[in-house]
């Protein structure tokens, strides 16, 4: 039997990367179709204003422009929908330009259309606006609580910790490009979630979704940054509808970091309970996030997911979340690899380590005694149901690797030596998404077969991984499957790439899908001559996958002058069970280089509203000789969410990591009393923190 050979499980090469590393791929700015114009934004200066005057005449008067575009443009047109993820939110749609105030530095004001990028970039200089600054404000829109258990009373260990404002930084900028066909579009565009951005097209221009054709093919990144329709996005689809004409945008760096998503920000607080034992019982939090000025569809995951999995392993019964979200003046603030996450882990990974100090006990003990050992699914006090974990095992197996006991001996004898040296340890979960995705499998003529997902890619290896899943199921070789996603008019139900959801409920779709087609076909070694059969499915997981990981940092400083250097990260994951090996280890090392960018450098600045980081001259990302010792140690544990056992693991690097590292430096500072700090863990931070200096 053919079914035998698993090619789930085998760490196959990316099929993708023979296309990309020869530069063939097909990314939005690739494309240059006949008669196409050119799009260019004027951005708002000011944080917060009326617009009292503006005046484009000159600009469409200028040699090479066709039109400019103004929010009257958009007067009637319908919106985009915001994801109303919590009980009682406010939401506040994408505006595609300003109208009659401006929110945010980077705003877009208006828009010019030219034959030529650069007279369309000149015609924004002749545009005339006057805006009378107004205060900057903020709104809430969101208040949410998680509350259960019995409050207990006993020992109170407190944290509080700021976020930075990071960018999600692709090496793609975004792009959008509409090209009128009939009565309605085609759209290329560097997205996440083609399905649902054709939707909020349709919605905003007041066509029927089937008329949109929404085109993603190769995306050069993404991270949540491109999660959600996109204001330009709408400008560049309207201009290309009234003029009959292909109209592109492409971004421009200084453009990204004005104007597109950013990610965390938040400022949390919690106190952790401790009971006579010492082991933490109830937990108590305040959690507040920024939203920038505008809702994108995805605005509120983050602060649900914070919330939701704040408990984290551990075994808590009890808990008072509070979760406040506030419209503020910068660019929207959306998922980021994490969303949310992240935050929660380093609040309760920075209690379990202040609740050792106070106990006079090693984190790693701590935290045995205090993890989760109970059954699975785990009902969490946040009214989450963890499918499948065993955060003991992983503990013990990161302690043995590592020779725990070794390194703190180490630590003693470096620190006695005047080093400044710090162990780091955190554990995380991470819930891998919810609903449904679509999947088809088609037997074509030749005995190939055409496997279509909405599990959009952009850079996963999500072609290879599917792949895979089809000739598992089928007993044939991945070289006869092609897989077509990131068309809207091939696959025209579909969620996308986010939430560490691809594999665990796009790959089940597809594993499902195939299962049928073998059921009505039955198992034959040639598929040759039986004519197109096509198999489709809309599978809605039951509940969510939930991956988990133990990570242990390692980190010096120089007394001297802060810089902080990690010496390794090992790190013990279950990512349920593996699909790509290969894979696996290219998502939880840049997941790790992010998570270590947050963690180190990465801050997004405003001053009274202005962007101080306006470029990668401002933004610090890491680089390759940023890159620590890595060691990965997979100890799979299969889901019980879905039939195939899969988790996710795009977004880990970003959770476990910066609070492994956190805890690392707070470790390296206690000899000298250091306050709680927050990231970035700059040098200037720690140097600080050493010398005893306001932070
Ligand atoms: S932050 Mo991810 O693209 O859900």
Redesign the pocket.
Known sequence: MQQTVPWIGKAMVRREDARLLKGAGRFVDDHQPEGCLFLEFLRSPYAAGRITDLDVSDAVDAEGVVTVLTAEDFAGLGQAAVNALLPGAEVHPLEPLASGRVKAVGQAIAAVIAETREAARDAVELIAFDIAEEPLATRRVLRHRWQSGVPQTGREISVQLDHALVA?MALEPRATLALPEGAGLKVHLST?TPQRCRTDLAAILGLAPSAIRVLTQDVGG??????SLMPEDAVVALAALRLGRPVKWTAARSEEFQAATQ?RGGETRAVLTLDHQGLPVALSAELRFPLGHWMPY?AL?PIRNAGRILPGPYAIEAVDIEAQAHLTPGAAV??????GRPEAAMLMERLIDKAAQAQGLDPLEMRRRALYRGAFPRATPTGEAICSGDFAALLDRLERETDYAGLRARQAERRAAGAVCGLGLALYIEPC?QGWESAELRLEADGSFTALTGSSAQGQGRETAFAQIVAEVMGVTPDCVRVVQGDTEAVPEGIG?????STAIGGTAMARAARRLLDQLGPRKDWTGIGPVSVKERYEAPGEAWASGAVLAEVAICPDTGHLTVEGITWVDDAGRVLNPMLVQGQLIGGLAQGLGAATMERMAYADGQLLTGSLMDYAVPRASDMPPVRLISQPLPSTANEMGFKGV??AGCIGVPAALLNAVQDALLPFDAPDLSLPLTPEKLWRAMTGLEP
């Open positions: 999600p996440q993404a991270f949540g940054g491109k999660a990610g995805s995951a959306n998922i980021y690899r994490g969303a998404g790439a986010l939430a560490s959801r795009g977004e």
